[in-house]
């Protein structure tokens, strides 16, 4: 099979990529052939590239020039031994890139500057604190007519995902096993980019619920995950009084986020935060329809397990009424003799950790 066939990305996924990057590289010539690369910030919007830029600049003078744009996103180093016992050549990054191609053009009407501006705007600065970016406004006019601002529709999209699609089955178990057994920051994320990207991959043993459904260690890797985890917490009594967003912003913070998914939407979520010394539980709900079935217990055994939690001498959580499910998993009940909290606390030592 060829290569494209295994690490092509769709134009979709191409696009998402070059668009969500911070910094994308751009490379073109001048007029007299001298090569341009620089690293710019940018927008992507109506099939084309944005820059903006000083009037003066180098950037100015390639306006008519042929130009790639590019953005990758590194998702984990796999270390030789994570595929094959014995050969080392095998070492290889696991990575999503995207090289958008065509020609730059000179933007110069103003009122079309101050819209593409406004995307800018929008992109890196979507908290606002600014007067409205307006063509005809006294603060941005004069300052408008002198920047510089270049679009490069794309001619040609070429976007790959280089996440294991040509390993067998078998090597990307071992592949996941190992970057679970790592446990460096980004390996539970890049698990579940691998298993996105292989859905014929076995489910690594870690994963496995009886109850027919995987779990997944690291939510937030589809869009959605944030917004339907929130709704599952919705009317917790532990959370009263708390905004949404602070509860998506704690579920963003948290070093550990696992859950579980039926069809897509997120129907199991609980969350750690740990020092390495000390985990604190949040948040454990599994949807009304799922539970009794294990699916509670399975999510606690993969927190436990979690690279963030698993090193931890003590986890501690709060509960008011589901004690015995933490009790069956070695919690005790310690709120007899530290009384912090309204409901009881519960601690989980693990000596020599
Ligand atoms: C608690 C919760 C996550 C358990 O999920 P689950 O998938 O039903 O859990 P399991 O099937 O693995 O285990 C169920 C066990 O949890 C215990 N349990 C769950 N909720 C309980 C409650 N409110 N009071 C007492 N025990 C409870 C029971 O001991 C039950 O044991 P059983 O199987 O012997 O009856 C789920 O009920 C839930 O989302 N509840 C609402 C949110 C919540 O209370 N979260 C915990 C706060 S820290």
């Given at each position: 099979m060829r290569k494209e066939a295994f690490f092509g990305m769709s134009r979709e996924d191409s696009l998402d990529l070059l668009a969500d990057a911070r910094v994308v590289h751009l490379a073109t010539t001048t007029p007299v052939r001298q090569p341009v690369l620089r690293a710019s910030n940018a927008v992507v919007m109506e099939g084309a590239v944005f820059f903006h830029g000083s009037g003066a600049g180098e950037k100015g003078t390639t306006v008519g020039m042929p130009a790639v744009v590019s953005a990758e996103e590194v998702v984990a180093?796999?270390?030789s031994f994570m595929i094959d016992a014995r050969r080392a050549c095998v070492a290889t990054t696991l990575y999503r890139s995207v090289q958008a191609h065509g020609h730059l053009e000179q933007v110069k009407d103003r009122a079309e500057k101050a819209r593409i501006l406004r995307a800018f705007m929008a992109k890196y600065q979507p908290e606002g604190g600014f007067e409205?970016?307006?063509a005809e406004s006294p603060l941005y006019g004069a300052a408008l007519d002198e920047m510089l601002v270049l679009r490069m529709p794309i001619?040609?999209?070429?976007?790959?995902?280089?996440?294991?699609?040509?390993?067998?089955?078998?090597?990307?178990?071992?592949?996941?096993?190992?970057?679970?057994?790592?446990?460096?920051?980004?390996?539970?994320?890049?698990?579940?980019?691998?298993?996105?990207?292989?859905?014929?991959?076995?489910?690594?043993?870690?994963?496995?619920?009886?109850?027919?459904l995987p779990l997944t260690c690291a939510l937030g890797t589809a869009p959605a995950d944030l917004a339907q985890a929130v709704k599952l917490l919705e009317g917790e009594y532990w959370l009263a009084?708390?905004?949404?967003?602070?509860?998506?912003?704690?579920?963003?913070?948290?070093?550990?986020?696992?859950?579980?998914?039926?069809?897509?939407?997120?129907?199991?979520s609980a969350r750690a935060v740990s020092d390495g010394k000390t985990a604190w539980i949040y948040d454990v709900v599994v949807d009304r329809p799922w539970r009794g079935r294990g699916l509670g217990t399975a999510l606690m055994r993969l927190l436990l397990d979690h690279p963030a939690v698993r090193s931890a001498a003590a986890v501690r959580l709060a509960t008011k009424d589901a004690q015995p499910l933490y009790a069956r998993l070695g919690f005790k009940d310690v709120s007899a003799w530290k009384r912090t909290f309204a409901s009881s606390e519960m601690v989980l030592e693990r000596a020599g950790r």
């Open positions: 180093e796999i270390p409205p970016l307006e001619e040609h999209l070429d976007g790959k995902a280089k996440l294991g699609q040509n390993r067998e089955p078998e090597e990307l178990a071992r592949m996941m096993e190992k970057l679970w057994e790592r446990g460096l920051p980004g390996d539970p994320r890049a698990i579940e980019v691998i298993r996105s990207a292989n859905p014929g991959a076995p489910v690594p043993a870690f994963l496995d619920w009886a109850g027919g009084g708390l905004r949404p967003e602070s509860i998506a912003r704690a579920h963003e913070l948290s070093q550990a986020w696992v859950g579980a998914r039926d069809d897509g939407l997120v129907i199991a």
